[in-house]
């Protein structure tokens, strides 16, 4: 909410990432997270333990974004998305014209020029539930690579 008792998108965007910002701090698959910009976040960036999860890339990071709408009623528009020296990947929830509905999965190794689309269906809208969600799919697929 704004000063005034009125809804605040940005406000309320930046205080979700704040809570995904803590709930990654939390996981162990991830060494450091920070928001950007300090000010008021948009996005923030984890960096993947890849010594932990034994996955050979020199550097991996998932950059997370929120927005909580234009109005407090809104669907929030998200995306968790994952990237390496071979590519990228992530879980997305906006509306794409690749896919029905909003929820997503989209990848490409670096070789590729375009994403590929699967439609992906997330349990919950709730930052700290999707976190969580995530970060099951991310591990067991980096582990199972």
Request: hydrophobic residues 30%.
């Amino acid at each position: 909410m704004g000063g005034d008792g009125s809804y605040d998108p940005a406000e309320t965007s930046h205080r979700a990432l704040r809570g995904i910002q803590r709930e990654l701090e939390r996981h162990p698959a991830v060494t450091t997270v920070r928001g950007f910009p300090s000010s008021e976040y948009t996005r923030v960036v984890a960096q993947i333990a890849i010594d932990r999860l034994d996955i050979d890339v020199d550097d991996a990071t998932l950059t997370v974004s929120w927005f909580a709408g234009e109005t407090s009623d809104s669907r929030p528009e998200f995306s968790f998305h994952y990237s390496d020296s071979t590519g990228d990947f992530g879980w997305h929830h906006h509306p794409q014209e690749h896919v029905e509905g909003w929820g997503h999965f989209q990848e490409r190794s670096r070789s590729e020029t375009a994403y590929s689309y699967e439609p992906y269906a997330f349990s919950a809208e709730n930052p700290t539930r999707v976190v969580w969600e995530v970060m099951s799919h991310l591990t067991s697929r980096l582990q199972s690579e």
